[in-house]
C-alpha cells in the first residue's frame, strides 16, 4: 500500500498546485477571452464544439492510460468509479461523449459528429496527452490529469455554457456542459489524491514532477486553443480574403453613395470622448461610417492644452493633421506636428497626441480597424483605467 496523505494536508498541499494553474497563461488564451467578451458567434461555438468532440469522445482512453499507470489497486478502483460515470452508469446511451454527440446535433445541427473533419491540431493535442500520461509515472500523470486537465474542465466549459446561453441557446440543451461543471470537480479531486496520496507525506520532494506535469497539460491546452482561435478567425476574414484574391470590386456606388467630407467638426459619428482633468486629458473622437471595408476613417479633436489617453490597439494608424500645432508621442519618442503632416503609428505601440498650440488641434486618422476588429482582444483598455500612472 502506498503511504497516504490526510485529508486536511491534502487540501493544504494542493493549493499551491491550484495556485499554480489560476496563474497559468491559458486562462488569457485568445479564445477564452473571446467566449467571455461574447465574441463567438453560434457557428464559432459549432467549430469549436466539434474539434473538442475528438478529445471528450477519446477521454476514456486518458483515463485508462492514468490506471494502467497506477500499481494501487484501490486507486484503480477510485478510478474505475469516474469512468463509470463517463460511461453513463447503467445507461450506455448516456454516456459523455454520446450527450457531446446529442447537444452537436440539437445545437448545431450536426447530425454525424464522428464525421467531423477534425484538424490535425485536434488530433496532435490528444495524441501529446495520451503520450505524456503512458510515458510518465503514476504521480506525474495523475498530476497531467487531475489538476491541468480535469480541474480545468469545468471552469472552461463554464466560458462555452455562459457564452451559448448568451446566444439564446436553452440551458437543456447545454447538459453535456452542466453535468461536467457540476461532476468535474469531484472527478479531478479524486485523481489529484491519488498523485498526492502517493508522495508519501513528502509533496514536497515531488513538487517539481507534479509541477511540470500540471504545466504541461495547460500547455497542451493552450496551444490547442490558439490554434482553433486562429481558424476561427481566419473563418472570419475569409471573405474579405476572397473579395480581394477573387478581384471582386467591393465598393458598388449603386449601395453606397460616393463619400466625401469637409473634416469639419461633428463630421463623423461621436464614437469615443474622455476628460479627465486632472491629468490635462480631454478628447473626442468621431468615426466616418462610409462602408470601407478595412480603412476606418476617424477624426480626434483635442482642446488646448489637452492630450487624449496614452494607448495601444492591434490596428495601425496613418494620422493627418487638420489643423492646430502638437506633439504626437509614440513610445519614447514624440515629433512636433502641425496642419499638413502625417505620421505613421504602428500597431500595438504606446501613443498619445498633445495640443501644443493655441486653438484645438484636429487630427484625421485612418486606420486598419476594419481588419483588425476581427481579432479578440484587439486594443489594450488597461490604459484607460491606469491614468495616473500613463504620464509616468
Ligand atoms: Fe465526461
Ligand atoms: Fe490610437
Redo the contacts with the bound molecule.
Keep these: 500500500m502506498q503511504g497516504t496523505v490526510t485529508s486536511v494536508s491534502k487540501a493544504r498541499v494542493g493549493e499551491r498546485f491550484e495556485e499554480l494553474v489560476s496563474k497559468h497563461p491559458l486562462w488569457q488564451n485568445p479564445l477564452l477571452v473571446a467566449c467571455s467578451k461574447n465574441e463567438l458567434s453560434l457557428k464559432d461555438y459549432g467549430y469549436l464544439i466539434a474539434q473538442h468532440f475528438y478529445y471528450?469522445r477519446g477521454?476514456t482512453r486518458l483515463l485508462s492510460a492514468l490506471m494502467m499507470q497506477c500499481d494501487d489497486d484501490k486507486f484503480r478502483a477510485e478510478l474505475s468509479h469516474n469512468l463509470w460515470?463517463?460511461a453513463g452508469e447503467e445507461n450506455m446511451e448516456e454516456r459523455?461523449?454520446n450527450l457531446l454527440r446529442k447537444m452537436m446535433n440539437d445545437v448545431f445541427d450536426i447530425a454525424n459528429p464522428d464525421g467531423t473533419d477534425f484538424k490535425t491540431y485536434t488530433v496532435t493535442y490528444f495524441d501529446e496527452c495520451l503520450r505524456f500520461l503512458k510515458n510518465t509515472n503514476s504521480i506525474g500523470a495523475a498530476a497531467f490529469l487531475g489538476w491541468g486537465t480535469e480541474g480545468v474542465?469545468a471552469n472552461i466549459y463554464e466560458y462555452w455554457f455562459e457564452g451559448l446561453k448568451g446566444l439564446g441557446v436553452e440551458e437543456e440543451a447545454l447538459r453535456y456542459l452542466s453535468?461536467?461543471m457540476e461532476?468535474?470537480d469531484e472527478?479531478a479531486e479524486v485523481i489529484e489524491n491519488i498523485a498526492l496520496s502517493q508522495c508519501n507525506d513528502d509533496v514536497s520532494s515531488h513538487a517539481q514532477e507534479i509541477e511540470a506535469a500540471i504545466n504541461k497539460a495547460l500547455d497542451l491546452r493552450d496551444e490547442y486553443f490558439r490554434a482553433i482561435y486562429q481558424d476561427i478567425t481566419t473563418a472570419k476574414i475569409e471573405p474579405l480574403v476572397s473579395a480581394i484574391c477573387g478581384k471582386q470590386p467591393y465598393y458598388k456606388v449603386e449601395d453606397v453613395p460616393l463619400f466625401s467630407s469637409s473634416l469639419t467638426q461633428n463630421s463623423g459619428v461621436k464614437l469615443y470622448s474622455n476628460q479627465q482633468q486632472d491629468d490635462g486629458i480631454n478628447f473626442e473622437v468621431s468615426r466616418f461610417n462610409i462602408g470601407c471595408e478595412v480603412m476606418d476613417p476617424r477624426l480626434l479633436e483635442i482642446p488646448e492644452g489637452c492630450r487624449n489617453e496614452c494607448h495601444k490597439h492591434a490596428h495601425e494608424s496613418m494620422f493627418y493633421v487638420v489643423s492646430g500645432e502638437g506633439r504626437v508621442h509614440i513610445a519614447d519618442e514624440h515629433i512636433e506636428v502641425s496642419a499638413g503632416q502625417l505620421i505613421y503609428v504602428p500597431r500595438w505601440v504606446d501613443h498619445y497626441s498633445e495640443n501644443t498650440g493655441e486653438g484645438k488641434l484636429t487630427i484625421l486618422a485612418i486606420t486598419d480597424f476594419g481588419l483588425t476588429k476581427h481579432f479578440s482582444n484587439n486594443t489594450d483598455f488597461s490604459y484607460r483605467k491606469k491614468q495616473q500612472e500613463q504620464v509616468a
Design positions: 471528450s477521454f460515470e463517463e459523455h461523449s474542465v453535468l461536467h461532476c468535474d472527478h
